[in-house]
């Protein structure tokens, strides 16, 4: 699946800023350009999967309360 096959409006390019991570879920921190924030409740196995690590730019996709994380 690629980026564009996900339907979600809102997008937001930042880099990763903080990782807090849990057994289970971890929070993910990512600061656009612009100085926004956007903090992301995962699955701590995703975290790994997609090999997020701090100072990695990624894209925050945000629909309704669920925000997700998508390398690029």
Do not use: C, Y
């Not at 903080?18 to 289970?24: A, D």
């Not at 699955?43 to 990695?56: D, I, N, Q």
């Amino acid at each position: 699946m690629t980026i564009h096959a996900i339907n979600v409006r809102n997008q937001f390019r930042g880099r990763i800023r903080e990782i807090i991570e849990g057994p289970v879920v971890s929070e993910i921190d990512v600061e656009t350009a612009g100085g926004l924030v956007v903090t992301s409740v995962i699955t701590t196995r995703s975290v790994k999967e997609l090999e997020l690590a701090v100072g990695k730019e990624v894209i925050a996709l945000v629909k309704s309360t669920e925000v997700s994380i998508a390398t690029l």
